[in-house]
């Protein structure tokens, strides 16, 4: 496989999985921070009537777009100049860590807005 197609790839698929994680995601923040006894499904419902399940999904859309190319692309090339995958694995992790520590805090930030609004 070409290296920009899986780059594609490797975008697309982080794009998919943020839009599919995201709004469980909103819950399990809206349920971490809030002391009421309100059900994973109670939480659900308020804030789908609040329209904000896919609020602050922006950040961690893009960082998932951006994470997945640079992983996948740093771990090839590494993996192809130095032959050793425990290596090329341990950079690639580094590196979309660096990406992704910024943007959760980013992302939760914002889920939390419509707890405080």
């Not at 070409?2 to 599919?20: C, D, N």
């Not at 399990?28 to 999904?57: D, E, P, Y």
């Not at 692309?73 to 992790?93: Q, T």
Request: aromatic share 6%; glycine share 6%.
């Amino acid at each position: 496989m070409l290296l920009h197609q899986e780059i594609a790839g490797a975008t697309i698929a982080g794009a998919i999985t943020t839009l599919e994680g995201h709004p469980l995601d909103t819950i399990k923040v809206h349920l971490q921070n809030n002391s009421s006894q309100a059900t994973t499904w109670q939480t659900g419902r308020m804030l789908f009537a609040q329209n904000a399940l896919f609020r602050g999904i922006m950040p961690p859309l893009l960082n998932a777009m951006l994470m997945n190319a640079v992983m996948f692309s740093s771990f090839r090339y590494i993996r192809e100049a130095y032959d050793n995958p425990c290596v090329a694995g341990l950079i690639a992790g580094i590196a979309t860590a660096c990406l992704s520590t910024p943007t959760d805090y980013v992302k939760i930030q914002a889920q939390l807005l419509s707890a405080k609004s």
